[in-house]
């Protein structure tokens, strides 16, 4: 069975820095693009970029490039999603999700709530 | 950047059909993905390349393309069918993902 299990919810405050994981299960992991998704309170789905864990090839939304860093582990079949300098407006819950062909999303994590707040 | 629009909501009795409609200029060449997403869930796929039907997934819903528009069509609404859709496709480029704005099903 696949399963994509993240880290718990953070709370931080504005310009810390924050690492959130996802752990894949039951498939190769290598295999398969692994991705993140986020969604502001209230807001729909925003597609922030994947990784390849095979060779490590990584896409980013334009939206997103330069605002976060995904990475991933094979040894230990988890991705990354990691900020720098948080602000108030990454408040969101973030969903990793095992991407077909880098095309679209068969499997998703439970998600992640991130609160930014002073 | 690229875009895909839905209408923000649509709203169907209980055994009628409700069709769900997503445009974007490169959607004659990228496939189009259906998500459904109830509250506190994360999203479920529904529909793949355009018309598609994952396993478990009942045979009420289904999709269809026609231009530059591609439809989710759910034939006799459920109640447990209230929720919120999402289409996604790439840009015409194919390297960047993209989610439509959404559409709340609201089963009167």
């Known amino acids: 069975e696949v399963q994509l299990v993240q880290s718990g919810a953070e709370v931080k405050k504005p310009g810390e820095s924050l690492k959130i994981s996802c752990k894949g299960s039951?498939?190769?992991?290598?295999?398969?693009?692994i991705g993140w998704v986020r969604q502001m309170p209230g807001k729909g789905l925003e597609w922030m970029g994947i990784i390849y864990p095979g060779d490590s090839d990584t896409r980013y939304s334009p939206s997103f490039q330069g605002q976060v860093t995904i990475s991933a582990d094979k040894s230990i079949s988890t991705a990354y999603l990691q900020w720098s300098s948080l602000k108030a407006s990454d408040t969101a819950m973030y969903y990793c999700?095992?991407?077909?062909?880098?095309?679209?999303?068969?499997?998703w994590g439970q998600g992640t709530l991130v609160t930014v707040s002073s | 950047s690229y875009e895909l629009t839905q209408p923000p909501s649509v709203s169907v009795s209980p055994g009628q059909t409700a069709r769900i409609t997503c445009s974007g200029d490169?959607?004659?060449?990228?496939?189009a993905y259906w998500y459904q997403q109830k509250p506190g869930q994360a999203p479920v796929l529904v529909i793949y390349k355009d018309s598609e039907r994952p396993s478990g997934i009942p045979e009420r819903f289904s999709g269809s393309s026609s231009g530059t528009t591609v439809t989710l069509t759910i034939s006799g609404v459920q109640a447990e069918d209230e929720a919120d859709y999402y289409c996604?496709?790439?840009?015409?480029?194919?390297?960047?993902?993209?989610f439509g704005g959404g559409t709340k099903l609201t089963v009167l």
């Open positions: 996604q496709s790439a840009d015409s480029s194919g390297t960047s993902v993209v």
């Open positions: 999700a095992r991407h077909v062909d880098s095309n679209y999303c068969d499997y």
């Open positions: 039951g498939y190769s992991f290598t295999s398969y693009w």
């Open positions: 490169a959607l004659p060449k990228q496939y």
